[in-house]
């Protein structure tokens, strides 16, 4: 297990639990102002979209050509974007920074 520190959509930060192999997405979708994650994880609709810290986004492996894929078709995207359905939890994350992005 390890931490996950989160600025929500209301700008608040947080901190939440992780589990090592769980999606990150598992671990946002239940506070306030976190994810929607209406596909469950399926990464085929964008409601996990997330910014990672610029410190953070070079130690997760890359995205997938189906993340890459939906993020093209976000309006949101900046540097830093990822789905947390596809950001497997390591204990290599522990303290990882992200902010949830703004609903679609």
């Given at each position: 297990m390890g931490k996950i520190?989160?600025?929500d959509r209301a700008g608040k930060q947080v901190e939440v639990?992780?589990?090592?192999?769980?999606?990150?997405?598992?671990?946002l979708r239940?506070?306030?102002n976190g994810v929607d994650a209406i596909c469950g994880g399926l990464c085929?609709?964008?409601t996990c979209h997330v910014y990672i810290a610029h410190?953070?986004?070079?130690r997760l492996p890359p995205p997938a050509e189906d993340e890459v894929e939906l993020l093209e078709e976000l309006e949101n995207t900046r540097e830093g974007s990822r789905l947390?359905?596809?950001i497997r939890f390591t204990e290599e994350l522990d303290g990882l920074e992200?902010?949830?992005a703004?609903?679609?």
């Amino acid at each position: 297990m390890g931490k996950i520190r989160v600025t929500d959509r209301a700008g608040k930060q947080v901190e939440v639990l992780a589990i090592a192999g769980s999606p990150v997405m598992y671990s946002l979708r239940n506070i306030d102002n976190g994810v929607d994650a209406i596909c469950g994880g399926l990464c085929s609709c964008g409601t996990c979209h997330v910014y990672i810290a610029h410190d953070w986004a070079s130690r997760l492996p890359p995205p997938a050509e189906d993340e890459v894929e939906l993020l093209e078709e976000l309006e949101n995207t900046r540097e830093g974007s990822r789905l947390s359905c596809q950001i497997r939890f390591t204990e290599e994350l522990d303290g990882l920074e992200l902010e949830v992005a703004p609903e679609e």
